[in-house]
C-alpha cells in the first residue's frame, strides 16, 4: 500500500505534480515550477482547496521537493526567494534546476516586499 500524497494542478499546463508523501500538509503556499511548462505560480492551498487533493503515491524511487534560490526584479532589493521543484530522488538537483531555471516563466511571484521576481 502507497503512502498519501498531495498532488497540484499545474495551473497553465494541468499536469499533475506529485509532492513527495513527506512534505508536511500544514504547508499553507508553495512557489512551484511545473518542470513540465515551465510554468512558476505561488499555490496557496487553504485558499484554493481544488487545486490540491490526496492520492497513494505509486513511485517506488520517491520523489524530492528541491528548490533554487530566484531574485526579485528590484535592483535594489534582489531579495532571494525559494523556488520549488518536485524531482525524482536520484537526479541531481542543483544542475537540472539551474539548467531548467532560464526557461521558466513566472506568474505572480514576488518576494515578501512584493517586489516580482525576476525571469
Sequence with gaps: MGRRRRVVVCANCGHFLHLPSDMRHETP?????????????DYKFQECPGDSRE????????????SIACECS??????PVPVHAVLTAEIEAGAELARRRA?????GATCPFGHLLGS
Design 55 to 66: 492520492s497513494r503515491d505509486p513511485d517506488p524511487e520517491g520523489l524530492v521537493l528541491r
Design 103 to 107: 526557461s521558466w516563466i513566472f506568474h
Design 74 to 79: 528590484d535592483s535594489k532589493c534582489r531579495f
Design 29 to 41: 503556499r508553495l512557489l512551484l515550477a511545473c518542470l513540465s511548462c515551465g510554468h512558476v505560480y
